[in-house]
């Protein structure tokens, strides 16, 4: 048990040298896995189906040495959910209405940060995230991705990014290669790092509230030979965060807008306007989520919820509207020897209309309606802290104060151990914490 | 209606000076009748250059609707017609997934569906051929597992399965299937889609002894797409979208290229890239030194479509150029077929419907108010539309929604497949 709350959480100081007299070493390793039954009534079968798996396991690992950052996580969902997720209005790299599997190198990156002069700053590179957009959704209180998760996120890619951070600005810019996953094991065309890229405006006029604004131009994200649709992304988010001892609130209000262009002509144009909240106390939480996100349609494969990968050519079927509300609930965590379970359920109640322009989608044709329901109950099963805000890196973390109130509280004194840095102002060493999740339990 | 005004006046400079001066639709013109035989293909002769032929804009006219036959349970696709009968395939899943070859009956005015196939393991049938000799219909077949199905036309409306040819080539999905005879043998070249992880390719199939076909040749090809070919004389033009169009030898110079062995002569990047279907034109003085590209860009289907006509001068098979375009505001075109003994062009446009171009003798000569000049690619082009070519625009008159994917021409008749409402059948422009 002690050896394994060491390997969970490692803080090595020194090794048998003074802490003061060398940088310190800091390690966080988290697990977790859903195992999670769903029920899409309708879906793309045009029937009721009901699946159960193994979701969103995942190894995450964060690792410090003074200024230096590893940041890794490992997805499995290639081994799980190699059919895709039943997520009713879902789409991406290949897959409809159902959620793909993501990437096994979902993030692993590098990265320093340091401050000079009031001015705080770091990079990273590997793979992870572009600084675009909103926090990646399994980092947020819903176990179902929203629609506007393509919309909203650029990841899996070979990123750089660079970030600076004055008082409450925070500016990122990175450059990252195009083209999307194909596949849990795909690997990202080296070729094409830098052809795309993402910047990032961050202002924290108060505490806990993040106020962001975002442009990325993506290069061929669907063709990884190249010459497929760009894109022209745009993201505003509005984001409050708060905390207690007991309890904690959470909000998110979003828009997100992308082009595809052909040869630089707009030909689709993507929108979506997403809110979410959460309240949490005594460790149950409820949470509610609406979204309206436009959706591109794509000739299907014999399987209903694929579509060809690359595309066959460049246009498409048209537009759906999609207009869900999702509400969950989960009751206070339970701990088991070095295991946390989460019980929870969430409903969602999805709409689709005919978007502009509609094309031929005809919600008649595929679903057999334009209303339906899904249900989901799983238990969020973790290991270690949870870790939170994928998206950001190095200085450009901004809630760790809230997310310390959050997070699990036996390592609730891990960022006590983090080492200071020279000359580092209080608002940069949160910002190179420990990420710890908004999803993991509140209260004592 | 169109008016024809040849000149046969000596030089051709004067000519120009006469256009300026005079801002007319005439011109000198003295036909070129030397015969060409390319050193890089000594074995086709491309005839002589065209002849100069001047006409006016005028306002196109409508081509005349004879009849139509429905099909709302699936998306139309392409369309060969085997005078009396008439073979559609069908696209996507609409109520129905696209694995269906409807068989129609097109002796009357209102094509007739007298019977279908089903293709098992299918979405989309996406294209149709008929050999030379009427005896085989070949279907390809999206996506994995890709595929030709080859049918016995001994009985045109009652198609007889005789082999379903597939392999790991084929697997990602087959976009399409040109059919053409060289040196005795029967050959279908295949447009193989990219998969995950695979680049797109050209695989060339001996279907000659249709119950046991052979793969002969396969090559990684197009970028990112190969969504087509056109064989003639053994020469074969492939679609490479943005790598252009690509002439390839397989047989036809006489230099032993075949095509199990074929020989590429030339490519040419056409303006916008997005090459998506060829025709080589022979026209009825025996002129063959145009190829026409048509161009896909991005649309929505039943919406929108983009892409212009291409014209490419091959006299020089090695460096083809691109000398003349046909554009549509708001539609772009799809494939073509050209009633040559009339120098008529008819391109499928989708939601611009059928478009008919006076295709007759010289394209690449024209005003400098007819020309576009692009100073990014270099290039100067001829306009078809401002040349007065655009003689005739069908089925935008129908009061309905039409996406036009595919037409033929055939004795007088075009025939159009159109992916919302299935046939119709048009009158010839005049």
Redesign the interface.
């Known amino acids: 048990m002690v050896s394994l709350r060491i390997w969970l959480t490692v803080t090595v100081a020194a090794l048998g040298l003074a802490r003061d007299a060398v940088r310190a070493q800091t390690v966080s390793v988290m697990v977790q896995a859903i195992p999670l039954v769903t029920r899409a009534d309708p879906t793309a079968t045009r029937s009721a189906l009901t699946e159960g798996y193994l979701t969103q396991p995942v190894v995450m690992a964060h690792a410090w040495y003074g200024p230096l950052q590893a940041i890794g996580t490992l997805n499995l969902e290639g081994l799980t959910l190699q059919r895709g997720e039943l997520t009713t209005g879902g789409y991406g790299e ?1 897959y409809v209405d159902r959620r793909h599997p993501h990437a096994y190198v979902h993030e692993l990156l590098v990265g320093a940060a340091g401050t000079a002069a009031g001015f705080g700053a770091s990079i990273f590179a590997g793979r992870g995230f572009a600084p675009f957009g909103s926090d990646d959704p399994m980092v947020r209180p819903f176990e179902k991705y929203p629609v506007n998760h393509h919309l909203a996120q650029v990841l899996e890619r070979v990123v750089v990014v660079g970030a600076v951070r004055r008082g409450p600005v925070i500016a990122e810019v990175g450059t990252f290669n195009g083209d999307e996953p ?2 849990p094991g ?1 690997v990202p065309k080296f070729s094409r790092v830098g052809d795309s890229w993402a910047s990032r405006l961050t202002l924290l006029p108060l505490a806990g509230i993040e106020l962001s604004a975002s442009l990325a131009h993506v290069t061929s994200p669907e ?1 990884p ?5 760009d894109q022209r992304k745009g993201s505003v988010v509005a984001r409050y965060a708060h905390a207690s001892r007991t309890s904690s609130r959470y909000a998110l209000v979003e828009w997100e807008q992308t082009g ?1 262009r ?2 630089g ?1 707009l ?2 144009k993507l929108q979506s306007v997403l809110a979410e909240g959460a309240y949490c106390r005594a460790g149950a939480s409820l949470a509610a989520r609406i979204e309206r996100t436009d959706r591109p349609e794509e ?4 399987d ?1 919820f694929r579509t ?3 595309p ?8 759906s509207r999609w207009t869900t509300l999702t509400v969950s609930l989960a009751a206070p965590p339970t701990r088991a020897w070095f295991v946390t379970g989460q019980p929870f359920v969430e409903v969602a109640r999805l709409a689709v209309a005919p978007g502009d ?4 989608f ?1 919600s008649g ?2 679903y057999g309606t334009d209303r339906m329901w899904m249900f989901s109950a799983g238990v969020r099963l973790w290991a270690g802290m949870m870790h939170g805000r994928m998206g950001r890196y190095g200085v450009a973390e901004t809630d760790a104060p809230m997310q310390m109130a959050m997070g699990t509280p036996s390592h609730a004194a891990e960022s006590d151990t983090m080492p200071d840095m020279p000359g580092m102002t209080h608002d940069v060493q949160m910002a190179t914490s420990p990420r710890i999740s908004l999803i993991s339990s509140c209260g004592p | 209606m169109r008016t024809l005004k040849p000149l046969f006046v000596a030089p051709l400079a004067a000519t120009f000076v006469l256009l300026a001066a005079c801002g007319d639709s005439t011109g000198p013109r003295a036909a070129d009748t030397t015969s060409l035989k390319p050193a890089s293909c000594s074995g086709i002769n491309l005839g002589p250059k065209p002849a100069p032929l001047t006409l006016s804009q005028t306002t196109p006219a409508a081509m005349r609707v004879l009849g139509s036959g429905a099909e709302t349970a699936r ?1 139309t696709a392409e369309i060969a017609v085997r005078s009396p009968t008439a073979y559609t395939t069908t ?5 129905v ?1 696209g694995n269906k070859v409807n068989i129609w009956d097109v002796s009357g005015n209102t094509p007739t569906l007298v019977d279908s196939v089903i293709v098992a ?4 049938t996406g294209d149709v051929a008929v050999s030379d000799d009427g005896k085989l219909l070949v279907v390809a077949t ?3 597992p890709g595929s030709i199905v080859l049918y016995d036309l001994t009985d045109p409306r009652k198609p007889a399965l005789v082999r379903r040819f597939s392999n790991d080539e084929t697997a ?2 087959v ?1 399409t299937a040109e059919i053409a005879r060289i040196n005795g043998k029967l050959y279908a070249f295949l447009a193989i ?5 695979r ?1 797109s390719r050209l695989v060339t199939v001996d279907i000659t002894d249709p119950r046991n076909p052979q793969q002969v040749y396969e090559t990684v090809t197009g ?3 190969v ?1 087509d070919t056109y064989a003639r004389d053994g020469l074969l033009f492939v679609a490479l ?2 790598d252009g169009m690509q002439i390839w030898d397989i047989g036809g110079c006489g230099t032993g290229a075949s095509p199990e062995a074929p020989k590429v002569l030339g490519t040419v990047k056409t303006a ?3 090459v998506h279907n060829i025709w080589w034109y022979h026209d009825a003085s025996g002129s063959k030194r145009y190829a026409f590209v048509g161009e ?11 892409g212009d006509i291409h014209v490419v001068d091959i006299t020089d098979p090695t460096q083809p150029k691109e000398i003349a375009f046909y554009h549509v505001d708001g539609a772009g075109t799809h494939n073509f077929s050209v009633d040559e003994a009339n120098g008529v062009l008819y391109a499928a446009y989708y939601n611009g419907g059928v478009r008919a171009i006076d295709v007759r003798g010289d394209l690449g000569t024209c005003t400098a108010a007819q020309q576009d000049v692009n100073a990014v690619l270099n290039l100067t082009r001829c306009n078809l539309r401002l040349m007065g070519r655009e003689l005739a625009v069908g089925l935008l008159d129908q009061n309905r929604q039409v996406y036009v994917w595919g037409v033929q021409y055939l004795g007088g008749n075009v025939y159009a497949s159109d ?2 409402n299935g046939i119709w059948k048009l009158a010839a422009a005049k």
């Open positions: 290949g194909t596949g795909s063709i030979q190249g010459h497929g649709l595809e052909d040869r002509v030909i689709t000739e299907p494969l014999l209903p060809p990968r690359p066959p050519d460049l246009s498409n079927l048209g537009e322009p509609a094309g031929i005809n044709l595929r | 998306y696209w996507g899943v609409r109520s997934q393991a299918s979405t989309t999206e996506f994995s990602p999905g976009h889609d990219p998969g995950a992880g680049l970028n990112p797409y969504h979208w943005n916008n890239g997005e896909e860009g991005a649309g929505t289907i039943g919406n929108s479509s983009r992916m919302l």
